[in-house]
């Protein structure tokens, strides 16, 4: 087996547990921000799916990466030690991205179901932890250009 393909599975498959986890966190937010609405009689801002949903984009990210690291690696099998390197370190970037990407729509959804304001900060934090999975992405498909 080729250690540059197993790279690029490394990138997706570690990616996407970093997105299940964000999404764990930021969903669980969401539903309590929920419950609480509902306790009050308040509308329950729908808004709220945004911050649970914004950590699946890691997995596409780490998708977009592996489709570049496969052909790379097909084309350099010499390489294939770099390239499993760049799956794994990059795949962490992502999922420690989508975590914390998590972690702040959660505190996001917290802030918005019980106040009802502030929607456009809270989601401007979130996509700064976003920026992380894009330079990685970006600056790894380089690499492997």
């Known amino acids: 087996m080729s250690l540059g393909l197993f790279g690029a599975a490394c990138v997706l498959g570690i990616a996407a547990i970093g997105s299940a986890i964000g999404?764990?966190?930021?969903?669980?937010?969401?539903?309590?921000?929920?419950?609480?609405?509902?306790?009050?009689?308040?509308?329950?801002p729908f808004i709220l799916t945004v911050f649970a949903g914004a950590p699946l984009t890691q997995t596409i990210y780490g998708f977009l990466l592996m489709q570049t690291m496969k052909n790379?690696?097909?084309?350099?099998?010499?390489?294939?030690?770099f390239y499993l390197g760049i799956g794994i370190f990059s795949g962490l970037a992502m999922a420690f991205s989508a975590i914390f990407q998590g972690k702040a729509g959660a505190s996001g959804s917290d802030a918005l179901g019980e106040t009802g304001k502030g929607f456009a900060q809270y989601i401007m934090v979130v996509g700064l932890c976003e920026t992380v999975a894009l330079f990685a992405m970006v600056f790894s498909m380089i690499l492997c250009g």
């Open 23 to 44: 999404i764990g966190a930021a969903g669980q937010a969401a539903i309590g921000a929920w419950k609480r609405c509902y306790m009050n009689n308040k509308p329950a």
């Open 72 to 81: 790379a690696a097909l084309a350099n099998p010499d390489q294939g030690a």
